[in-house]
C-alpha cells in the first residue's frame, strides 16, 4: 500500500502539477526535492513507498539518482516523469531499475495510471 510519496524535481511548478494530480482522497503523505542529491537525501530520510523523479536537474541528475536510490534500496519503486522521452534516456533509466518513464507535464489519469502500476509492483 502506497503512503508516502516523494517528488523531485527542479521546478516548483512542476511539483505543484505533479501534486496537483495525485488524488487527495487517499492521504498520501508527500514530500519533496529540488534536485537528485536533495532527493536521495530525502529518500534514505523518509523511505517514500514510491518516488516520482525527473531526469534533467543541477547538482544530480535523475539517472544518477535513480541507480543511487536503487544502490540504497533495491526495491525502491521510482517513476521517472520527464519531458526528456529520447529512447536512449528512457532505456537508460528503465536499466538502472525505474518501474516506469512517464512523459510530461502528467495527468490526473496517468498519475492514476503510474500509481496503480507502483500499487501493483509493490503488492
Same mark, same amino acid.
Given at each position: =500500500?502506497?503512503?508516502?510519496i516523494?517528488l !523531485?524535481?527542479?521546478? %516548483?511548478?512542476s511539483r505543484?502539477?505533479?501534486?496537483s $494530480?495525485? %488524488?487527495?482522497?487517499r492521504?498520501?503523505?508527500l /514530500?519533496?526535492?529540488?534536485?537528485g542529491l536533495?532527493?536521495l #537525501?530525502? /529518500?534514505k530520510?523518509?523511505?517514500?513507498d514510491?518516488? +516520482? @523523479?525527473?531526469?534533467t @536537474? %543541477?547538482? @544530480?541528475?535523475?539517472a544518477?539518482a535513480?541507480?543511487?536510490i536503487?544502490? +540504497?534500496h %533495491?526495491?525502491a519503486?521510482?517513476?521517472? $516523469?520527464?519531458?526528456?522521452?529520447?529512447?536512449?534516456s528512457?532505456?537508460?533509466?528503465?536499466?538502472?531499475?525505474?518501474? =516506469?518513464v @512517464?512523459k510530461?507535464p502528467?495527468?490526473?489519469?496517468t498519475i #492514476?495510471d503510474a500509481?496503480?502500476?507502483? #500499487?501493483?509492483h !509493490?503488492?
Amino acid at each position: =500500500m502506497i503512503k508516502k510519496i516523494l517528488l !523531485i524535481d527542479d521546478s %516548483p511548478i512542476s511539483r505543484r502539477i505533479m501534486k496537483s $494530480c495525485i %488524488p487527495k482522497d487517499r492521504g498520501y503523505e508527500l /514530500y519533496e526535492a529540488g534536485d537528485g542529491l536533495a532527493g536521495l #537525501e530525502t /529518500y534514505k530520510d523518509v523511505r517514500p513507498d514510491v518516488t +516520482f @523523479m525527473d531526469l534533467t @536537474m %543541477p547538482v @544530480m541528475d535523475g539517472a544518477e539518482a535513480t541507480g543511487k536510490i536503487k544502490e +540504497f534500496h %533495491p526495491e525502491a519503486v521510482v517513476i521517472v $516523469c520527464t519531458a526528456d522521452i529520447q529512447i536512449k534516456s528512457i532505456t537508460n533509466v528503465l536499466g538502472l531499475g525505474a518501474l =516506469m518513464v @512517464m512523459k510530461k507535464p502528467p495527468s490526473k489519469e496517468t498519475i #492514476e495510471d503510474a500509481l496503480a502500476k507502483a #500499487e501493483a509492483h !509493490i503488492g
